[in-house]
């Protein structure tokens, strides 16, 4: 016989036709209402900018008189804000362990969507971490996505290629994974990577486009107008600035901008620094050992053991900004822009975790801990 009747398992999923195809309307709509939302809010700040300056007379004369009231009403304008932000935060609900009665499948390409990866890729703190996981997929797991993942994938590529073109930072960066991607496509072989032919056809015009855009950037040098310039600060402030570097390959294209910088990158103190930023004392103290007993009391050649170090521990890696997961909801999320967690919403949970310490129940997922939430 067959089952007539409605599903109790499931509601099933209502999808939307878009210009790029099927999408699941929930996560559509989540979408854009959190870029709405973005976009409102920037609106209405701007506006409140405008009718502050316009009105400054007016209200520096109601501050004297009325400013515990003008405090309370900034609070809870504030308030109000945060409380709209947070019920629109882009966050991804996920399984970390299926039971008999719970069995789980975490999609990657709605994970993408849920936690606005493509407009995280304009954000300078999340521009690394979001590359980094580009780099990881491209890499090593491309021919192994599904066709919605693949298409999730290399729209975040062309809008890393479009916030390079205009911040003309990271460009190298770009260029390292568009050389993957053409390997990629040259080492195609039957079977491989997943996908139909229309779909590949969709997949090489993004291609294209996002080649076009590398193509076409050139790094424009500051105006006449624009002063101080690099090259005319004093030595202590450049000194400062590539200090600052937690890559040798900028210090090494450092050295070649100008002979000030080539002299300075040339100091054992930047190298230290670096090989302090990313080793521990034993790590360093260990490859210290193995020089000669000759040369170990006086000089330490820091750029020679910084590549030793390099070669035998890795580099250190670090982002400004990194997925969390909540040990309370099992959900991802951005840490500046929180979620909606069940602990804030539920006072017994909260009972339960007063003698808790609230930093640990928020863990940053590195890049390559997060790809191992999904069947890739």
């Given at each position: 016989?067959?089952?007539?009747?409605?599903?109790?398992?499931?509601?099933?999923?209502?999808?939307?036709?878009?210009?790029?195809?099927?999408?699941?309307?929930?996560?559509?709509?989540?979408?854009?209402?959190?870029?709405?939302?973005?976009?409102?809010?920037?609106?209405?700040?701007?506006?409140?900018?405008?009718?502050?300056?316009?009105?400054?007379?007016?209200w520096e004369k109601r501050f004297s008189t009325s400013m515990h009231l003008t405090v309370k009403e900034r609070r809870k304008d504030m308030e109000e804000d945060e409380k709209r932000i947070r019920a629109l935060q882009p966050h991804c609900h996920i399984?970390?362990?299926?039971?008999?009665?719970?069995?789980?499948?975490?999609?990657?390409?709605?994970?993408?969507?849920?936690?606005d990866f493509r407009s995280a890729v304009h954000d300078v703190r999340r521009f690394n971490y979001i590359c980094k996981l580009l780099d990881l997929?491209?890499?090593?797991k491309l021919t192994t996505l599904s066709g919605c993942a693949q298409k999730v994938l290399f729209n975040m590529l062309e809008e890393v290629?479009?916030?390079?073109?205009?911040?003309?930072?990271n460009?190298?960066?770009?260029?390292?994974?568009?050389?993957?991607?053409?390997?990629?496509i040259d080492c195609a072989c039957w079977g491989r990577p997943l996908g139909s032919s229309q779909l590949w056809e969709n997949h090489l015009a993004t291609i294209n486009r996002i080649l076009a855009i590398a193509n076409?950037?050139?790094?424009?040098?500051?105006g006449e107008e624009v002063f101080p310039k690099l090259e005319n600060m004093p030595e202590e402030c450049v000194r400062e600035v590539l200090l600052r570097l937690a890559d040798h390959k900028d210090l090494e294209a450092s050295a070649q901008a100008c002979a000030v910088m080539s002299r300075l990158c040339d100091e054992q103190r930047i190298w230290r620094e670096l090989?302090?930023?990313?080793?521990?004392?034993?790590?360093?103290?260990?490859?210290?050992?193995?020089?000669?007993?000759?040369?170990?009391?006086?000089?330490t050649d820091w750029q020679l053991a910084y590549h030793k170090l390099r070669k035998s521990f890795g580099l250190r890696e670090e982002y400004a900004e990194m997925i969390q997961l909540c040990r309370n909801c099992r959900c991802l999320f951005w840490?500046?822009?929180?979620?909606?967690?069940?602990?804030?919403?539920?006072?017994e949970f909260q009972g339960k975790l007063e003698d808790v310490d609230k930093n640990s129940l928020h863990v940053p997922i590195p890049p390559q801990a997060f790809l191992k939430f999904f069947s890739l």
């Open positions: 016989m067959p089952f007539i009747s409605k599903d109790w398992r499931s509601p099933g999923e209502e999808w939307v036709k878009t210009e790029e195809g099927w999408e699941k309307k929930k996560i559509l709509e989540c979408g854009r209402r959190f870029a709405s939302l973005q976009q409102e809010n920037l609106d209405a700040r701007r506006q409140k900018c405008i009718a502050e300056v316009n009105s400054r007379r007016s399984t970390i362990k299926c039971t008999k009665e719970i069995a789980g499948f975490n999609g990657l390409s709605d994970a993408f969507k849920r936690l997929l491209i890499s090593h290629a479009y916030q390079v073109s205009a911040s003309q930072q460009i190298h960066l770009l260029n390292k994974l568009l050389r993957q991607v053409q390997m990629m076409r950037i050139q790094i424009r040098e500051p090989c302090r930023f990313h080793f521990t004392p034993h790590q360093i103290a260990a490859v210290l050992s193995q020089q000669p007993a000759a040369n170990r009391p006086h000089i840490k500046s822009i929180g979620h909606p967690c069940i602990a804030d919403s539920d006072p």
